[in-house]
């Protein structure tokens, strides 16, 4: 089945640096890759996905990049702010032909703080 | 739009009880999959159903079942509660072929 490695948390930032949170993954296929953010007390929001190769995947102001070659989908924001704090997660989901698109492999998720 | 409801928000059980969760899917969407997410870890997929069928299971022990309904609902049933069941419980619906899943808040279950 799939597997994903995140890069371990917290990761603690000031206002306006630059993330980055490193997902690794393994799958078989042509998955499906998504960042979810989960806010605290809350449950998981789509941030941003990505469905084949080299696509791209943007939303409010984070990216992220689909490469195969690397089995890699690096979540990325040039300025965060406190309101980013959350925990952020990586996760693949089997390709759609395979008809169980919506079953998820989470990994352990990394803890983000921004402070001012 | 509503998007995907869970019932109740907070929920707790004594040990050896049983207990029945809530999901009404978003709008639209045909397929319910349930999750587990103990403090501090990632959600782990529990089972999904799709026409009313469980399609797929993860790796839950019997106890934990399921069941949709012909309007796409959907609840989790956790029979002889232990402790280690403590968790949020989250619920989560797709449409076939969309891979987007819309998660609920969550049901936050603790067994004492």
């Known amino acids: 089945g799939n597997s994903v490695t995140q890069m371990e948390g917290p990761v603690t930032l000031s206002e306006e640096a630059f993330l980055t949170i490193n997902c690794t993954y393994t799958a078989t296929g042509y998955p499906s890759l998504f960042w979810y953010v989960q806010y605290p007390g809350e449950g998981l929001q789509l941030l941003l996905k990505a469905t084949k190769a080299d696509d791209k995947g943007s939303n409010k102001g984070f990216e992220a990049t689909y490469r195969k070659e690397t089995t890699s989908f690096h979540l990325e924001k040039g300025s965060v702010q406190v309101s980013d704090s959350a925990v952020y997660f990586c996760?693949?989901?089997?390709?759609?032909?395979?008809?169980?698109?919506?079953?998820?492999?989470f990994g352990t998720g990394t803890r983000l703080q921004v402070t001012l | 739009d509503a998007g995907v409801t869970q019932s109740p928000t907070h929920l707790i059980k004594t040990r050896g009880q049983q207990v029945t969760l809530r999901c009404s899917p978003k709008?639209?969407?045909?397929?319910v999959s349930w999750y587990q997410q103990a403090l501090g870890q990632g959600p782990q997929f529990i089972f999904q159903y799709y026409e009313e069928e469980e399609r797929q299971r993860g790796n839950f022990p019997d106890r934990f079942s399921g069941h949709q309904f012909p309007n796409y609902s959907s609840e989790l049933n956790v029979n002889a509660l232990l402790l280690g069941d403590s968790a949020l419980y989250l619920c989560a619906s797709t449409v076939v072929p969309e891979t987007e899943a819309f998660f609920g808040q969550g049901t936050r279950l603790t067994v004492v």
């Open positions: 996760a693949p989901s089997p390709p759609q032909y395979t008809g169980t698109a919506s079953k998820l492999t």
């Open positions: 709008s639209g969407h045909d397929t």
